[in-house]
């Protein structure tokens, strides 16, 4: 996994999202037709699924979601 952010590629992707209507098509097409996404830092790099990034917010802010069933 790639922990390096790159501040500069997170706000331009932002910005594509945004005026894109939040199309998630068409942001993952510019992601993974990038060349930075192909570069050697991030290859072999692990995408985040959703639940790996709920559990690292869990653990990192010691927080605990409640059962609303």
Request: proline share 1%; net charge negative.
């Amino acid at each position: 996994m790639n922990d390096n952010l790159n501040d500069e590629r997170v706000e331009e992707l932002a910005e594509y999202f945004y005026t894109n209507n939040y199309d998630i098509e068409k942001l993952m097409k510019k992601v993974f037709l990038s060349a930075w996404f192909y570069e050697a830092e991030n290859i072999g790099a692990k995408l985040k699924t959703p639940y790996d990034l709920l559990a690292g917010i869990m653990k990192f802010y010691r927080y605990k979601f409640e059962d609303y069933q």
